[in-house]
């Protein structure tokens, strides 16, 4: 084979999977490089001669001009503009010898004769290249005039109306009213509309009738529901990690629950998208935008890994991240860029985690509640105050003056511990009072071992106290998601220096304050690590439990004193602020009694009868011995036990500088650098990478969009900068943002989009039927803010969203496809809302929003509220194409199997929705409504034609009498279960007309 020029097959800049079909342009139809040329250059040339350097050959890029019409090393030019027989492009595409023949033999590929004209068409033309047409920004277009000025009822339609009337074609006529209600209900809520909204509107007189029923529908909140779960395929929404182990993400929910808002809300699309990438640096302060975060984290995620695998595994993870951002908001599969060379790079997420995080919900509220707490509890504090400063500080200066007396010993004296270790990098912050806050990592199960320096006193017994705090979920005492705490044991062990042995210490009688129901304080002494003390019931409020010891121990001055605490009984259950005290005094022991420090201690130790140096420490046991600051005291402590607490849910988020989700890896949490990888593989490291932007979609420099990081933030703001470039309109990537979205919605109302390859607006990508009208809904989403709920109700408005589905023969010759939009197209509905309407049509539909999913089938709630676990999807969703979650997924597959049908008449939850539908029925023959007519109402929306009520009639006679036959309880509602059914089952039932 001779050099020059070399044309296989594609690989190269973007990956696609769509196969294209190329028509050619009428003669008097000037040739365009996006539209006919780009695309064969692409699937037959671009591995070679595209824009990946490292594979291009002959130095010859054909989607650059400079490249092609440049002189190549044969003396051969491939392009010359004007002169299509002077082009080594030409000569070899028409060549005879498979030598020389372009696209090669062994590249399976072939250029019709029609393709290769257009090449020798274009270079005739003067070979104008223009830049892929997704990268273009888009220009304002005035809607076309039409001929038919009566059609159209807004610009939708003009851009529809025009392109239909060049091919001769003419719309359908609008649907019917019955047919519009139901199409709508389906399209923005998932949900059938009941039969009397359908009666309302069908006898609407006023001309915005329907208007107001579109704004109604968007309005209301099962909008959020039906349209989060389209957004959640491409977000490849799932609630565990795959793979072999697959463990549950607990608190992932809140990201579904932040998409059913954002929409509900009509969050700005901008926004929307922003705090997804970087919600935790953008509104910190923000449930929602933190929420938002669980996009990043969505992906699989490995959970048995080795230290030999962990930075392959934290690569792919990279890779997952920088791909779905890609598909999901840009519509470009630049996944390919670990292999192959674009200019970008996955650097924003290098130090990014996912973690479980407990955030408050309620913060303007709970501020509000703090203002208002404390007007009430100055008073009792500055009545305290006043009493220690008038009347309790001169009586002890004058105790102290005169020699004051050795007092008792105090009943408890805290614990202030040396070490304190967590079998899972738990931390401990000391608070004034001597007690311990827990903070950093919350597992599933933990052991807290806290040793010190033994106390010189002779201990009888231990006070562990639980204690309400408003840092902790629900106010606490524990980390639980109720601020519950399971404690199974409590244990103490004395460690002598003498003979360096540990003696554990017999614990008896063991009491609390209280017990919640089904624990007892007693469990945490004996050998079941199953039982124990909780209080369950009690949470936001402070416990206490006591030990006596079975014998007294008196410590040696070297010896040192450890308390165990296990929590091993409910996940997540550990406690989260305790003081531990120890006390001297004989049984019975008391529960609150006087309360010292060390100090203290050896503060009275020491008395004389002069000012003693440590007259604070004891100021502070001196009052606690006069009744009248007991009292005062007591009505404080009291108040603070009514102090608002934040509201706290616990939600996965995605962030930096906090503790990460880990499961069995081995290993760091994060790479602290990335680098260029040869080929994707981590083992041939190149330099280290820094952030980059695609340079096709930068009209201003690097800088533009980069944010430096505030002083000591544990946050890089790499993610912040990459939001502010993916959501720049005029010099960034937001023109193309915009443009794929409003065409995801035109899909989800219309089953396909203006451009058919909704994640895939790359070189591999189908060109947009209507660019003009395209970018027309781009501009309005960006001019009307963003706003989604704009662009719906600019679709659904039109008379092309309004036209009837009815198929026509000699519209369907011209164009077959109705890429021209001449009538709505039906389509089945996703599985989701198939189910939904089941329960819905049944009266059984739970309506509660938000919260925690299930892997239960049988559950009522609408189907987004299945818990998504990649090993165990639910069996109907998986039947009828719901997603896996591995990967983003711009539009799902729509089979039709022997298996749906069969669900549909044997499943067992299809069944029981079939009865209470049938109980429906059977209930409106009180109001003489007829049955069938009713059950035909409700599932379709209509009534029944009078040869399907004939056989309505037929089938639920003949089913009677069969089960009459067999001896069936109840055969007439057996029979009228079946009629249901069968309405469950039309295709009228499960279909959008």
């Not at 349209?227 to 799932?238: E, G, I, N, Q, Y």
């Not at 192959?340 to 924003?348: A, L, S």
């Not at 004058?398 to 270790?421: S, Y």
Request: charged share 25%; net charge negative.
């Amino acid at each position: 084979m001779s050099n020059g020029l070399h044309i296989p097959v594609l690989l190269g800049l973007v990956l696609g999977l769509t196969s294209l079909v190329y028509a050619q342009p009428p003669a008097a139809d000037p040739v365009k490089f996006n539209r006919d040329i780009r695309p064969l250059l692409s699937e037959n040339c671009f591995k070679c001669h595209g824009p990946d350097a490292k594979q291009r050959k002959a130095g010859l890029r054909l989607d650059d001009p400079a490249s092609a019409t440049v002189t190549l090393e044969s003396g051969a030019r491939a392009v010359v503009p004007g002169a299509r027989a002077e082009s080594a492009l030409w000569a070899r595409i028409t060549a005879v010898d498979p030598d020389e023949r372009m696209p090669p033999p062994e590249s399976k590929k072939t250029l019709t004769p029609e393709q290769i004209e257009l090449f020798g068409r274009w270079i005739d033309e003067g070979a104008p290249f223009e830049p892929h047409w997704a990268f273009i920004p888009p220009q304002p277009a005035t809607p076309p005039t039409v001929m038919d000025t009566a059609w159209p009822r807004n610009e939708i339609d003009r851009f529809v109306l025009s392109a239909q009337e060049e091919k001769g074609l003419a719309p359908n006529a609008a649907a019917d009213r019955r047919v519009l209600i139901r199409r709508a209900y389906l399209d923005v809520l998932g949900l059938p509309p009941p039969p009397d909204a359908v009666e309302a509107f069908v006898n609407d007189p006023a001309p915005d009738a329907y208007a107001k029923l579109v704004d109604s529908l968007l309005e209301n909140p099962h909008f959020g529901e039906r349209w989060a779960r389209h957004w959640l395929d491409v977000a490849r929404f799932a609630e565990s990690h795959g793979y072999e182990q697959d463990y549950d993400r607990r608190y992932a929910y809140h990201y579904r629950d932040f998409v059913i808002n954002a929409f509900n809300q009509d969050l700005p699309y901008s926004d929307f998208v922003r705090w997804q990438i970087a919600g935790d640096e953008l509104a910190p302060d923000n449930p929602l935008a933190l929420a938002a975060t669980g996009f990043l984290g969505a992906g699989t995620h490995a959970t048995q890994i080795t230290k030999s695998q962990v930075e392959k595994e934290r690569y792919d993870e990279l890779d997952d991240m920088a791909r779905t951002t890609s598909l999901t908001f840009l519509g470009l599969p630049l996944g390919c860029a670990r292999c192959h060379d674009h200019k970008y790079d996955p650097i924003p997420f290098t130090t990014t985690v996912r973690a479980d995080m407990d955030i408050v919900t309620n913060a303007e509220e709970y501020q509000a509640a703090c203002v208002a707490f404390m007007a009430e509890h100055a008073p009792l504090a500055d009545e305290v105050a006043a009493y220690e400063r008038e009347v309790l500080r001169p009586q002890f200066n004058t105790w102290l003056q005169n020699g004051a007396a050795q007092p008792a010993m105090p009943d408890w004296i805290v614990l202030e511990f040396d070490t304190l270790k967590s079998e899972h990098e738990t931390a401990f912050a000391r608070l004034d009072d001597g007690s311990y806050r827990v903070v950093g990592r919350n597992k599933s199960s933990d052991t807290y071992t806290l040793s010190v320096k033994a106390p010189n006193i002779a201990i009888t017994g231990f006070r562990i106290e639980a204690l309400r705090d408003p840092a902790l979920m629900n106010g606490g005492p524990g980390r639980g998601e109720t601020g519950n705490f399971s404690l199974s044991r409590f244990a103490a062990a004395l460690k002598t220096k003498d003979v360096d042995k540990v003696i554990d210490l017999a614990l008896v009688n063991a009491r609390a304050t209280y017990e919640g129901a089904g624990s007892s304080i007693a469990g945490t002494v004996d050998d079941d690590g199953g039982t124990g003390w909780t209080v369950a019931g009690e949470e936001g409020k402070s416990h206490t439990a006591l030990f006596d010891l079975g014998a007294p121990i008196t410590p040696g001055p070297d010896d040192t004193l450890t308390i165990s605490l296990q929590f091993k009984m409910k996940g997540g259950e550990n406690l989260g602020r305790f003081r531990i005290t120890a006390t001297t005094k004989t049984a019975p022991l008391v529960f609150d009694g006087t309360t010292v420090t060390q100090a203290t201690v050896d503060a009275l130790a020491n008395l004389r009868g002069s000012v003693n140096p440590q007259s604070d420490a004891l100021f502070a046991y001196y009052r606690q011995l006069d009744p009248t600051w007991r009292a005062l005291q007591a009505k404080v402590d009291a108040h603070e036990q009514q102090a608002p607490v934040p509201q706290y849910v616990r939600m996965m988020i995605c962030s930096e500088g906090v503790p990460a989700i880990r499961t069995h890896t081995q290993g760091g949490d994060y790479l602290e650098q990335t680098h260029f990888l040869q080929r994707g593989d981590p083992n041939q490291k190149g330099e280290v990478a820094t952030q980059g932007f695609v340079h096709a979609l930068m009209r201003a420099p690097e800088s533009q969009w980069q944010v430096t990081a505030p002083q000591g933030s544990p946050l890089s703001f790499r993610r912040t900068s990459l939001a502010n470039w993916l959501t720049d309109f005029d010099h960034g990537a937001g023109f193309l943002l915009a443009r794929v979205v409003v065409n995801r919605l035109w899909q989800y109302h219309f089953g396909r989009g203006i451009v058919s390859t909704a994640s895939d607006f790359g070189f591999q990508g189908t060109a947009p039927t209507h660019p003009e009208l395209l970018d027309w809904l781009v501009l309005e989403l960006v001019q009307h803010e963003w706003s989604l709920k704009h662009i719906h109700r600019l679709i659904m408005k039109s008379a092309t969203y309004r036209q009837a589905s009815l198929w026509d023969e000699a519209k369907g010759a011209i164009d077959h496809d109705n890429a021209l939009w001449w009538r709505f197209p039906p389509r089945r509905l996703e599985v989701e809302s198939i189910r939904d309407s089941m329960l819905a049509v049944s009266g059984m539909l739970d309506e509660t929003m938000f919260g925690p999913g299930t892997l239960d089938a049988a559950q009522t709630r609408r189907s987004i509220y299945f818990m998504v676990k990649r090993s165990k999807l639910i069996p109907m969703m998986m039947l009828f194409d719901a997603p896996d979650t591995t990967q983003s997924l711009g539009a799902r597959a729509t089979t039709t199997i022997a298996p749906q049908a069969l669900l549909l008449m044997n499943n067992v939850e299809v069944r029981k929705w079939a009865e209470a539908f049938a109980k429906r029925l059977e209930a409106a023959l009180f109001t003489k409504k007829d049955p069938i007519e009713f059950g035909y109402q409700i599932a379709t929306g209509r009534a029944p034609t009078a040869a399907e009520r004939a056989t309505a009639e037929q089938f639920i006679a003949a089913q009677e009498q069969s089960y009459a036959d067999a001896d069936a309880t109840a055969p007439r509602h057996l029979a009228i279960t079946d009629f249901c059914q069968v309405l469950m089952s039309l295709n009228e039932f499960v279909y959008i007309e």
